[in-house]
């Protein structure tokens, strides 16, 4: 299945929904095109950073 892209106006949208969804197990964002769903993500319960570094962060959904 193809991935789908999540908009900036889902930030404060129902991407979380979206993600449920489509089981998104992994998310790779950009650390400065991206910063709001960065932030975001960084204090939403179920997700960790997997890898960082100056330009991308990729976050992995916790297994339950």
Do not use: C, H, M, Y
């Not at 993500?41 to 570094?53: A, H, K, N, S």
């Amino acid at each position: 299945k193809r991935p789908s892209k999540v908009e900036k106006s889902d930030v404060n949208g129902n991407w979380l929904k979206r993600f449920e969804e489509q089981n998104v197990q992994f998310v790779v964002l950009n650390q400065s095109q991206d910063k709001s769903l960065v932030e975001t993500l960084r204090r939403q319960p179920g997700w960790l950073i997997d890898f960082e570094d100056k330009e991308a962060v990729i976050f992995a959904r916790a297994i339950q």
